[in-house]
C-alpha cells in the first residue's frame, strides 16, 4: 500500500507539471496571436486612406490628358489640384485622405510595342503618373507598440502608376 501512495503523488506531480508547459504554450500562442491582430487592424485603418485618395484621383486621371506634376503637388488640366499639406492630401482646398507621412508625384511616358501612330511612324507614346504614397503614422522608438507601427507602416508604402487618358 506504501507504494501506491508514492505512485499517486508521482503522477500528481506529473500532471501539474504538464498542465504548467501547456497553458504556458497557450498563453504565448495567444500573445502572439493578438500582437498580429494588432498590426492588421492598424494596416485597415491607412488602407482606408489609401482607397479615399485612390477613389478621386482614378476619376481624375481618367478625365485629364495632361498634368503639371511638382514634387507634392499636381495640377490637373481641368484645374482639379491635388497637394500635400502636412499629413493631409487636398483635392482642390478639401481633405480627401489623411495621416499621410509623404506623397511624392512624378511624370513618365510609356512607348506601347507593336503600335504606330499614323501621321509620325512612331510608337504610340502613354503619359503615366507615378504616384509614391507613405501612409500610417509615426511611431516612437523604444514603445510596446514600436514593432506593430513599424509593419504597418511598411506595409502602406505604395508606388503607383496611373495612366492619363489618352484617346
Request: glycine content about 4%; cysteine-free; overall charge neutral.
Amino acid at each position: 500500500m506504501k507504494n501506491e501512495k508514492g505512485v499517486t503523488l508521482l503522477a500528481l506531480v506529473i500532471y501539474i507539471l504538464v498542465a504548467t508547459i501547456v497553458i504556458s504554450i497557450i498563453a504565448f500562442m495567444s500573445s502572439n496571436f493578438f500582437r498580429n491582430v494588432k498590426i492588421i487592424e492598424n494596416q485597415d485603418k491607412y488602407a482606408v486612406e489609401f482607397n479615399k485618395f485612390n477613389m478621386f484621383f482614378i476619376n481624375d486621371v481618367k478625365s485629364s490628358k495632361e498634368a503639371k506634376v511638382e514634387t507634392n503637388k499636381i495640377t490637373f488640366s481641368n484645374g482639379t489640384v491635388y497637394e500635400l499639406k502636412g499629413t493631409d492630401i487636398y483635392r482642390d482646398g478639401v481633405i480627401i485622405a489623411s495621416q499621410i507621412q509623404s506623397a511624392e508625384f512624378e511624370t513618365d511616358t510609356y512607348e506601347v510595342p507593336g503600335t504606330k501612330v499614323i501621321e509620325t511612324g512612331k510608337p504610340a507614346v502613354k503619359n503615366l503618373i507615378r504616384v509614391h504614397l507613405t501612409i500610417g503614422k509615426n511611431f516612437s522608438e523604444g514603445t510596446i507598440a514600436e514593432e506593430a507601427d513599424r509593419k504597418a507602416y511598411e506595409r502602406l508604402n505604395k508606388t503607383i502608376e496611373y495612366v492619363l487618358k489618352y484617346w
